[in-house]
């Protein structure tokens, strides 16, 4: 049995309700509870890692027995933070493309380290060179975005360029899809 969901809800977080184009933990941390049938004898244990849900159909594909097929992008869910590391699940990436009205909006986002890393891609509202960059630890509700500060530059580059080494590889062309989402 597992329970999830495919995204969260601001509910007031930064004066916003609903959903949109932000990858923050109040709309990518969603709860994700696993509980293996009784005859798979698994011992119960936490996963801190990040995980996306990508990694939900391979998983089920494990669980079956099946072998994952080439075409999905993610892997088996970890069964403890040791596994977790040792198979890398030291990032998460996530991606939020839309053409609402005639507006494209294009983010590409890293949680790693305790970091939050998006970069917003050319389109209608941005021209490439803004983002946000967040501390989960020292700021864990993202309110002061470090995007422009000169003592992480640095770092800034080092996620941005993770998150572009770990794309995954574009399997059939991008449609156009005009969608109320």
Request: net charge negative; aromatic share 8%; hydrophobic share 40%.
């Amino acid at each position: 049995m597992i329970f999830t969901t495919d995204h969260g809800e601001l509910q007031g977080d930064f004066g916003l309700l609903f959903k949109g184009p932000y990858h923050v933990d109040g709309l990518v941390r969603l709860p994700l509870i696993w509980r293996q049938a009784r005859s798979a004898r698994a011992a119960p244990s936490t996963v801190t890692r990040p995980v996306g849900l990508v990694d939900l159909a391979p998983t089920f594909c494990t669980i079956a027995g099946l072998a994952v097929p080439p075409f999905m992008e993610g892997s088996p869910l970890p069964v403890s933070n040791t596994d977790a590391d040792a198979r890398g699940f030291e990032r998460v990436l996530t991606e939020w493309d839309s053409e609402m009205f005639g507006v494209g909006v294009h983010l590409r986002t890293i949680t790693r380290d305790g970091w939050v890393c998006t970069t917003y891609q050319p389109g209608s509202v941005h021209d490439g060179t803004e983002g946000e960059l967040y501390d989960l630890h020292d700021d864990p509700l993202q309110q002061v975005n470090r995007w422009n500060d000169p003592c992480l530059v640095s770092l800034r580059a080092d996620l941005i360029a993770d998150l572009w080494d770990h794309q995954p590889e574009q399997r059939t062309p991008l449609r156009r899809v005009e969608a109320p989402v």
